[in-house]
């Protein structure tokens, strides 16, 4: 099965917002963010295969933001069974197996990692049921999407006619496999229903630059650019809460590139902030 590349902007400012203190970290806090992050920095700015290869973090970057959300109101026991499932998923793919006195798991082939990963969250899913369960249901999901595609699909969207974060996960997937299967007009409408949420855990933005990438496969220019437009503009004018530019970020560089080329005059009137000196005005 041929792989599809896709570009994500990480969510800076999710990632980087301060977490409630708490005194007790949580087996899964402790264990698995750190290494989602580590290997989403490892991916930054490169191409990402998320519906194929690496179908087990179709959003892998966000993953790091919502696991926060997942953890609230669940066992500890609970929290680092669906941990040891994500650990798992993104495995290293080695044919040679671990290095000499690694404990790390390794897999031969993608397909052997994502049976394993399916396997790991179905007994989560048995186990603990409940919000958990359809968090776990929802990665046997994203992993069957490299292994038995019909059937992925199908889960997507029975998981995606909730309203949890899980089922808005979902339908962003959803959306995906209908962009991939050149079924256009039905990924806008997921994607639209996504950024039409007040709470869609997916950046707007991100939503948006999907949204224009297939106007403009569709041969709709002009409702590409004014999203190109819109997305790189609003960068280049925020603020911190200081009143200090605010770097524009790769979602907002990649839709101001795309509209260069669509509408190079237009493109001039993005002005991207000039970066802070670290040693002030002085």
Do not use: C, H
């Not at 959300?69 to 495995?91: C, K, N, V």
């Amino acid at each position: 099965m041929a792989r599809k590349k896709r570009r994500f902007e990480q969510l800076e400012a999710a990632a980087a917002a301060p977490a409630e203190k708490k005194t007790y970290v949580d087996p899964f806090q402790q264990q698995v963010i750190p290494k989602i992050e580590g290997f989403g920095k490892k991916l930054e700015g490169k191409g990402r295969t998320v519906l194929y290869g690496l179908a087990a973090l179709a959003v892998l970057l966000i993953v790091a933001f919502v696991v926060m959300r997942w953890s609230r109101g669940s066992s500890g026991a609970a929290q680092a069974a669906l941990g040891d499932a994500i650990e798992t998923s993104q495995a290293q793919i080695s044919a040679t197996g671990a290095p000499a006195g690694s404990t790390a798991k390794t897999f031969k082939s993608e397909q052997e990692r994502a049976n394993a990963a399916i396997a790991e969250f179905q007994a989560v899913a048995e186990k603990f049921g409940g919000s958990v369960g359809e968090k776990a249901k929802y990665f046997v999901a994203v992993n069957k999407l490299s292994v038995d595609r019909p059937m992925a699909i199908q889960e997507l969207e029975g998981l995606a006619a909730g309203s949890s974060d899980t089922a808005k996960l979902a339908k962003f997937a959803l959306a995906q496999t209908r962009a991939d299967d050149n079924r256009t007009d039905e990924a806008i409408t997921l994607y639209q229903e996504l950024a039409a949420m007040n709470d869609a855990i997916i950046a707007k933005d991100t939503l948006n630059l999907e949204i224009a990438k297939l106007y403009e496969k569709q041969g709709k220019k002009q409702e590409a650019a004014d999203l190109y437009f819109n997305i790189a503009k609003a960068a280049s004018e925020a603020k911190d809460m200081d009143g200090k530019a605010i770097p524009m970020g790769q979602t907002a560089t990649q839709a101001k590139d795309k509209l260069k080329q669509l509408d190079p005059e237009r493109a001039k009137q993005i002005v991207e902030p000039e970066p802070e000196s670290p040693f002030g005005n002085g």
